[in-house]
Every structure is written in C-alpha cells, then in structure tokens.
C-alpha cells in the first residue's frame, strides 16, 4: 500500500463506527464508506500477484450468490418460506478503494453475524450448514483484513481477535441496515434467544438477507472493477 493511502486500522475503523461518520455513511446509504475520487484504477489498492485481486473478488462473487441459493434452499427445506430480496441502496462504490473497504466490513459484519446466532441454533444440520458458511466468510475477511494491512484475525472493528466476538442481532442491522431501503414485506431482521425449529428458520432468514446483500454487492461492482 502506498504511503499517501493509510491504511484502515483498528483505531481508524473504530473512530469511524462509533463518532459522528457512522451517521453520514448510514444517511449515503453505506456502511464504512470513504469517498474519494471517482476513480477506478487497480493500483488505488495492493496487487501483490499478477490478477489476485481479481481472482479473489471473482471468487468471493460466485461464493456469495451460492450461499444465497443454499441458504434459501436450506429453509425451503426446513418447511419456511425464504424472504424476498431486499430492495438495497448505496451498493455501488465510486472507486475501488471504497468498494474494498465496503467489502471488508462486510465479510467481517458476516462472521460476526453467524457466530452469534450460532449459540441459539436448534437443529445440527442447521448449524453445521452455518458454520460451513461461516468459515468462508472469515476466510474473505481474512483476505480483506490483509490487503488492508490489518491483522488477519481483526474483527469489523479493526480489533485483533485470538477468539473472534459474536455480533448481536442490533449491531448486525445497524452495520448492514444502511444499505437496506426495503425487505420488501419480508420477515423483520430478528430472531430469538430460544432455540426451536421456528427459530432456526428465523436465523436463515435472517442470515438470508445478509446473503443477498453481499452478493447484489459484488454483483454490482465486481464487473467494474474486476472484469
């Protein structure tokens, strides 16, 4: 990484979620957001081999849309009725940069999200299913953490994790609810702390609109910035 481009870290990641930033990014409909210029070059980020960053964001693409067809599938299969796609805003990114850093928080927000469902998950196949899925999102995270310079291990925060912090069900929707102009009479993003089969649809559905969210995002940019 450049010099002039500083890096994300823990103390800069958290001063922009807990001051006055976080407000602006939520009103733009974003979430850790860094405007700058409208630029799209490569080298706004590091590329430390030739193509690897296209090959990992390519690969992140296709990995979120497949979780989306397996989590939907996976209620289906539990007997509930997957949620509609969420109606989203503020998805596209101006530079590279900036869809990035959106990127990270978000993988990051994802393993924060399954992991503190996982304490209330009800059925094994449910929560093997979760944690499958879990497991590739913190290897995106980890990816992410270290094209930033951050510690691979860091959690949204830019906090290094030796055991990584479940996310509470709040503190998921506010990191994502940003982006989310309508669920389009979907189910509320919410689940309970008792363990039943109901519930466990709840999770994935929760879960569900987090799948969609990710996946229309690199739906939208991947194509721009990595063709």
Do not use: C
């Amino acid at each position: 990484m450049n010099a002039n481009q500083p890096s994300p870290t823990g103390a800069s990641r958290r001063g922009f979620l807990t001051g006055g930033a976080v407000a602006a990014a939520a009103a733009a409909g974003g979430l850790l957001l860094t405007p700058g210029s409208a630029q799209a070059a490569n080298d706004t980020i590091p590329n430390l081999y030739a193509g690897w960053n296209k090959l990992q964001f390519q690969a992140i693409r296709k990995h979120e849309a497949e979780h989306v067809k397996a989590v939907g599938a996976l209620i289906t299969q539990l007997g509930g009725v997957p949620r509609p796609k969420p109606t989203f805003k503020g998805l596209k990114q101006a530079n590279v940069k900036a869809f990035a850093t959106v990127s990270q928080a978000l993988e990051n927000t994802g393993v924060g999200a399954y992991l503190g469902a996982a304490p209330v998950i009800f059925s094994r196949q449910v929560l093997a299913a979760a944690g499958s899925i879990a497991l590739i999102e913190a290897r995106h995270a980890g990816y992410l953490n270290v094209l930033f310079n951050d510690v691979s291990t860091a959690d949204v925060l830019g906090d290094e994790q030796t055991f990584d912090t479940p996310l509470t069900i709040q503190q998921v929707v506010n990191l994502a609810g940003p982006f989310i102009d309508s669920l389009n009479e979907g189910p509320a993003l919410t689940f309970s702390a008792t363990p039943s089969k109901a519930n466990d649809i709840a999770i994935l559905n929760f879960a569900l609109a987090l799948e969609f969210l990710e996946a229309e995002f690199y739906e939208l940019n991947v194509p721009v910035y990595f063709a």
